[in-house]
């Protein structure tokens, strides 16, 4: 007589091969439930996603990705190291998304290790109060005036420098 233990042994190869296999189909079904209408791409290799087409040429995957938010409301859809993301190309959407930032909504990911780089008090990971505040200090910096003015001292900083560089080869 065959003994249960023996018989799921022989079973087990094909048990953690299926295991994997609904693993991957219910990873690939939730991204497709989750991008909805939006445009991206339809199937995403599992597990790592289209991470390894943004580290072989980042550039053109951010174009890639703008390009198919141009076709649509702004906004496009991909899977990249287990994380569903949003692409958002419309400025005016922007706004619309990141006046109702809260932290139970969503997260910014400014970087996959942006709060290891950026720090988890930078200004990007700020919600509420907090957020508003250190918006209206920095606010100033960016009205057309100072900008203005930012931009007339850096042609003189770059036609100053020029000078140097072209004065050095002579």
Aim: charged share 15%; proline share 6%.
């Amino acid at each position: 007589m065959v003994s249960s233990v023996s018989i799921l042994a022989s079973l087990s190869p094909y048990i953690l091969i299926s295991a994997l296999l609904l693993y991957l189909l219910l990873e690939q079904l939730t991204y497709l439930r989750k991008k909805g209408n939006l445009p991206g791409p339809l199937f995403v290799p599992p597990i790592i996603g289209n991470a390894v087409s943004v580290v072989r040429d980042p550039t053109s995957f951010w174009y890639k990705q703008s390009a198919l938010a141009g076709n649509s409301p702004g906004l496009s859809a991909n899977y990249l190291v287990g994380r569903f993301i949003v692409y958002i190309r419309d400025t005016e959407l922007s706004h619309q998304i990141f006046t109702n930032v809260r932290p139970d909504a969503f997260h910014f990911v400014g970087h996959p290790f942006g709060k290891k780089l950026f720090g988890d008090h930078n200004f990007i990971y700020m919600f509420g109060d907090d957020h508003k505040s250190v918006r209206r200090q920095i606010a100033p910096n960016f009205t057309p005036k100072a900008l203005s003015t930012y931009s007339e001292l850096m042609q003189v900083i770059i036609l100053r420098h020029l000078r140097l560089w072209e004065e050095s080869c002579n």
